[in-house]
């Protein structure tokens, strides 16, 4: 079982960054693909990106490549989304989810935070 805790969100003007943060409480933290997901106002959640366990992999929606980076730190349990060059489409809530399957389907991720808002002011 893991439990996710994501952090780092708030406003933050366009083309600004931000670093979000994803804790697990788990033991067995480095045994899961990471992903990132999010959800404006009025959408449905969409897949931002993934993480590899040994984080040798990552891939992204076409929208956010260039400018998002996944990273993990199996050590502290944690996956990070830096996210730079920030759009005003970009603003959503962010959620972390962990998973079996290297994949940009929810269905495959068993885990997920309760996200962080990320607002960004044109």
């Known amino acids: 079982q893991e439990q996710l805790v994501e952090s780092g969100g708030g406003l933050v003007q366009a083309g600004g960054s931000l670093r979000l943060s994803c804790a697990a409480s788990g033991r067995t933290f480095s045994s899961y693909v990471m992903g990132w997901f999010r959800q404006a106002p009025g959408k449905e959640r969409e897949f931002v990106g993934a993480?590899?366990?040994?984080?040798?992999?990552?891939y992204y929606v076409d929208s956010v490549k260039g400018r998002f980076t996944i990273s993990r730190d199996n050590a502290k349990n944690t996956v990070y989304l830096q996210m730079n060059s920030l759009k005003p489409e970009d603003t959503a809530v962010y959620y972390c989810a962990a998973g079996f399957g290297y994949t940009d389907r929810m269905s495959s991720y068993d885990y997920w935070g309760l996200g962080t808002q990320v607002t960004v002011s044109s």
């Open positions: 993480i590899s366990r040994r984080a040798g992999n990552t």
